[in-house]
Nanobody, 123 residues
C-alpha cells in the first residue's frame, strides 16, 4: 500500500510558477513509477507528466512540454512538479499517482492516487 499526499497548489497569475509536491508513505517509494495527472472542471482527467522509479526517464504531455518539469527525491519519498509559464488552461485539480514497473501515460495502470491539489491560474 502507498499513501500519496499532494501539496503546493494555489492561485497564481498567468506567467507565474508553482511547485507541486507529492509525499509518499507506506511502501518503498523507489519501487514505483510516478505520474502527475490533472482534471479541469467539466473535463476528463488527463496525463501531465511521469517519471521512472530511478528518475532517469521522464515523459510529458505536449501541452506542458518545456514548461513543466517532473523530478523525484527517493530519499525524501517525494515527487515534484515544477510548473513555469503557467496559463489559464492549466487550471485544474492535480493528482499524483504511483504504479509498479514502468510509467504509463494512461491512468488505468496506476494503483495509488492522492486526493489532489487545486491549481488556479488567473489571466
Amino acid at each position: 500500500q502507498v499513501q500519496l499526499v499532494e501539496s503546493g497548489g494555489g492561485l497564481v497569475q498567468a506567467g507565474g510558477s508553482l511547485r507541486l509536491s507529492c509525499a509518499a508513505s507506506g511502501s518503498t517509494f523507489s519501487y514505483y513509477a510516478m505520474g502527475w495527472f490533472r482534471q479541469a472542471p467539466g473535463k476528463e482527467r488527463e496525463f501531465v507528466a511521469a517519471i521512472r522509479w530511478s528518475g532517469g526517464s521522464t515523459y510529458y504531455a505536449d501541452s506542458v512540454k518545456g514548461r513543466f518539469t517532473i523530478s523525484r527525491d527517493n530519499a525524501k519519498n517525494t515527487v515534484y512538479l515544477q510548473m513555469n509559464s503557467l496559463k489559464p488552461e492549466d487550471t485544474a485539480v492535480y493528482y499524483c499517482a504511483a504504479k509498479r514497473g514502468y510509467f504509463s501515460i494512461r491512468e488505468g495502470p496506476y494503483d495509488y492516487w492522492g486526493q489532489g491539489t487545486q491549481v488556479t491560474v488567473s489571466s
